[in-house]
């Protein structure tokens, strides 16, 4: 390996280290101990994984399937959305019990987040929550494998991409319990959504029973319209300790998702519809 190389390596590698120092220095107002957990507390790590999957999504992906047949998926696809159905329930119901124990204005004060104490397992639950975003890029990869690349919209990787990096940003920079209300909206339609992922895979005798897509599409809007009330309405009002960061950060995002998901519905089903009805 030439001089040349090596100090090229050395460069790069110095910049992504003064990058992973500086971004420490913005991004540690969170609590002391949850900035310790996996995919908290690496500061490049989450825009790595989530640079990879667009690069694999566009490029490697497509590329390694060019000449393949497509492959069948069926089983690992039904125990995926089952598994994110069943993670995705077993954090909301651990959240929906325990928090009356403490209540909510506790938790949404801000309290210290330590071991053994009930505002752990809350705080636990919503980072679980975090990790499965980043699991959820393999509804993307089985999209590939079947090529089912018409499938892979816009709007499906620029949801998969955003997500992770904003769940990071909250969570190292929050200490407010007031971001779980998004969390909980959004794990309600998850739910719902792999149910239907589960049974779509089940195979096309279950299309009779898939009628219901559109108002999927529908509820994902509702949510994003709740979270936009709750951040800018809501919470302001609700006495929690917020960083105003937090707030436009969730705002911004959930106008620009209703946005997009309005575009794919719009273009989706009542152009369908125009069409059935012509």
């Given amino acids: 390996m030439s001089q ?15 990058l992973d120092e500086g971004f420490g220095k913005y991004f540690d107002t969170g609590d ?24 694999f999504v566009k490029l490697i992906g497509p590329a390694i399937m060019r000449n393949r047949k497509p492959l069948e998926l069926r089983t690992p696809m039904i125990i995926f959305n089952l598994f994110l159905v069943a993670s995705y329930t077993i954090s909301l119901t651990l959240f929906f019990i325990n928090v009356p124990t403490l209540g909510f204005k506790t938790f949404c004060h801000g309290t210290r987040v330590r071991k053994g104490e009930l505002v752990y397992l809350l705080v636990r639950c919503c980072w679980f929550v975090y990790i499965l975003k980043y699991i959820e890029f393999l509804d993307t990869v089985f999209f590939i494998l079947r090529k089912k690349e018409n499938l892979i919209t816009n709007l499906h990787v620029i949801h998969h991409t955003i997500v992770p990096i904003v769940g990071w940003i909250m ?13 909980i909206l959004n794990g309600i339609v998850h ?18 029973y898939l009628w219901w897509k559109k108002y999927l ?27 105003k960061s937090s707030l436009w950060i969730d705002a911004i995002c959930a106008i620009t998702f209703l946005v997009l998901f309005y575009n794919f519905y719009a273009h989706t089903f009542t152009k369908k519809e125009k069409s059935k009805e012509n």
Avoid at 34 to 50: E, G, K
Avoid at 171 to 183: D, H, L, N
Avoid at 219 to 241: E, R, T
Wanted: charged fraction near 10%; hydrophobic fraction near 50%.
């Fill in 171 to 183: 969570i190292r920079t929050e200490r407010s319990g007031f971001q779980s209300i998004p969390v």
């Fill in 32 to 55: 002391p101990e949850v900035r310790t957990w996996f995919l908290v507390r690496q500061n490049t790590l989450p825009f790595l994984l989530c640079g990879l999957y667009v690069i």
């Fill in 217 to 243: 599409t529908i509820l994902q809007m509702v949510q994003f319209v709740l979270v936009v009330l709750f951040v800018m309405v809501i919470a302001p009002m609700s006495g929690c300790v917020i960083m």
């Fill in 191 to 208: 739910i719902i959504m792999y149910t239907y992922y589960g049974l779509a895979a089940m195979g096309p005798h279950m299309r009779k």
């Fill in 4 to 18: 040349s190389t090596v100090e090229k390596i050395s460069s790069v590698w110095q910049f992504f280290k003064d």
